[in-house]
């Protein structure tokens, strides 16, 4: 778990499109990240 105002780790991820982003790519800007556990889902 990261605490709120920390740093957040390094990833890679690939979009719908195929294009690769780094999470490095955004240092010094602001970020929002959200994540979910499923699509589709209830809850």
Known sequence: MIDAGRTAPDFT?????GTIVSLRD???Q????YF????DTPG
């Open 26 to 28: 955004y240092r010094g």
């Open 36 to 39: 979910y556990p499923k699509a």
């Open 30 to 33: 602001w970020v929002v990240l």
């Open 13 to 17: 991820v690939a979009t719908d499109d």
